[in-house]
């Protein structure tokens, strides 16, 4: 897995650049797949509402969790995603890219959900981790 610089939590914004030319470019968690992230998150935990219980969703045989955003987090990735319709945010906890959002045009969620059908235990440590930033956020203000 690739890690460079990324340590702060949030949502970053991925860039169209060619990886070779890319200063900031992780592996996604469980995955051969790489990105190109911005320098700073361009979400951060405090515009996370809360995180919601890992669930395990028999339907769709997958663990999942909730991460609500506050009105001004969606209202700013709403934003985003209108002027930058086709780009993605990777979520990164603890330096890790742990999930990748899909934006599109007309993003309107005020919550986005996080999965994973390999019922990993990397689950349980994503979930935990976002838990403990959100909460430490919350207990500062």
Partial sequence: ????????????????????LCDNKMKLLNSEVSYCLSQE???EPDLFERVGALVYDSIFQMRRFRIVLTEKGADYIARIAKKLPGHQLGLIINGILVSVIELEGNYSARSIIIWDQNDSQAMEWVHRSLV??????????
């Fill in 41 to 43: 998150p361009i979400i």
């Fill in 132 to 141: 403990q930033h959100v909460t430490k956020y919350y207990k500062k203000s």
């Fill in 1 to 20: 897995m690739v890690v460079m610089g990324q340590s702060k939590p949030g949502m970053y914004l991925t860039m169209d650049l060619d990886m070779e």
